[in-house]
């Protein structure tokens, strides 16, 4: 018998995407703009975007709901089915359904296809991945690694039109 430690072992990834600062801009764009300034760029904690994915999934659940509510399917799904689940947060008035609606819509339209198919799928019609990747014709392995990146594109996307907030 051998009295060796045995350690769990941990894999880490890293993406090559911007991270966020808290003003809205990546810290390659505060870089490159401190540089054209000529100061140095203030120390601000950077914020990574696999933080927002629950909250852009839950945006992603309310803007379902908030189309069915206007009477509307989402434009995302293509097919009459939703099986997904909103959350309790009500909107006000009708007008702002419908702005809000709107607004989604055209930040999911600036994704690519396989990012929409995948984000209807997993987020709004509550597929496994693994039936997603089925009915999408990919193996689970690569709907498991492109997701994340879909979410987090879609943050992006968000963060830019004002629909998802960082915290100050």
């Known amino acids: 018998m051998s ?9 880490g990834a890293s993406s090559s995407q911007p ?7 990546s810290q390659e764009e505060r870089k490159h703009g401190a540089r ?3 100061t140095a760029p203030a120390a601000e904690p950077v914020i ?5 994915r629950r909250h852009s999934e839950k945006l992603l659940r309310r803007y379902l709901y908030a189309s069915m ?3 509307r399917a989402p434009s995302v799904l293509g097919d009459p089915v939703s099986r997904g689940w909103a959350s309790s947060r009500p909107i006000r008035t009708f007008e ?3 702005i809000f609606v ?16 995948m984000l209807s799928r ?3 019609q509550e597929y496994t991945q693994a039936e997603a990747a089925t009915l999408l014709g990919m193996s689970v392995r690569t709907i498991s690694s492109k997701f994340p990146l879909a979410l987090d594109r879609l943050t992006e996307r968000l963060l830019e039109a004002g629909l998802l907030v960082l915290p100050h």
Not at 19 to 25: A, S, V
Not at 48 to 52: D, H, V
Not at 102 to 117: A, G, K, T
């Open 3 to 11: 009295a060796a430690l045995q350690l769990p072992a941990i894999w």
């Open 36 to 38: 054209a300034q000529g």
């Open 69 to 71: 509510q206007i009477g």
């Open 122 to 124: 997993i987020v709004l």
């Open 48 to 52: 990574s975007l696999g933080f927002y």
């Open 19 to 25: 991270t966020w600062l808290g003003n809205g801009r």
């Open 102 to 117: 709107l607004d989604v819509e055209s930040c999911l339209n600036r994704l690519n296809s396989l990012d929409r198919q």
């Open 96 to 98: 702002d359904a419908v």
